[in-house]
């Protein structure tokens, strides 16, 4: 299956669906976050990837959200929202989660781990090993023709 993905920018990182599940605020210390939040781009904004598989269209704004959600699509059994709610430590319920918001469709045990291969593809030709905390979104072009 060839990869099918592309870069856009938007004016905050926090605005992709994981971001909020993925980088936890560093207490007492504003503007600081665990794992790091993704660089913003000068004059551009923070960079997203939107990842298309079949119909869907997955999108993260930092490589950490690409390693996370392969992380739990990989997990067997594919941990509850409820749990992955509590290890946030938030009063957000379980349905809020985005596992509880990606298609039923995708969390079918065949399906997963065809979109975890395939997710794995993407993060190798998206994220470059010298900067692994920001998508290597310069060179499209050439990742696309690969």
Same mark, same amino acid.
């Given at each position: 299956?060839?990869?099918?993905?592309?870069? #856009?920018?938007?004016? +905050?990182?926090?605005?992709?669906?994981?971001?909020?599940?993925?980088?936890?605020?560093?207490?007492?210390?504003?503007?600081?976050?665990?794992? !790091?939040? !993704? !660089?913003?781009?000068?004059?551009?904004?923070?960079?997203?990837?939107?990842?298309?598989?079949?119909?869907?269209?997955?999108?993260?704004?930092?490589?950490?959200?690409?390693?996370?959600?392969? =992380?739990?699509?990989?997990?067997?059994? /594919?941990?509850?929202?409820? +749990?992955?709610?509590?290890?946030?430590?938030?009063?957000?319920?379980?349905? #809020? +989660?985005?596992? #509880? =918001?990606?298609?039923? #469709?995708?969390?079918?045990?065949?399906?997963?781990?065809?979109?975890?291969?395939?997710?794995?593809?993407?993060?190798?030709?998206?994220?470059?090993?010298?900067?692994? /905390?920001?998508?290597?979104?310069?060179?499209?072009?050439?990742?696309?023709?690969?």
């Amino acid at each position: 299956m060839k990869a099918d993905f592309f870069f #856009s920018f938007q004016q +905050h990182w926090r605005h992709a669906p994981l971001a909020y599940w993925v980088h936890v605020p560093v207490p007492h210390q504003p503007d600081n976050w665990a794992p !790091p939040a !993704p !660089p913003l781009v000068p004059r551009k904004g923070y960079v997203f990837l939107h990842v298309v598989f079949e119909k869907h269209e997955l999108v993260f704004s930092s490589p950490a959200q690409l390693d996370h959600f392969i =992380r739990t699509l990989s997990a067997k059994p /594919l941990p509850t929202t409820r +749990h992955l709610s509590a290890l946030r430590g938030t009063e957000l319920g379980p349905n #809020s +989660h985005w596992l #509880s =918001r990606l298609p039923a #469709s995708l969390k079918a045990p065949r399906k997963r781990v065809m979109l975890v291969e395939y997710m794995q593809e993407i993060r190798s030709l998206t994220v470059n090993a010298d900067t692994p /905390l920001q998508f290597d979104w310069k060179n499209q072009n050439a990742l696309l023709m690969k």
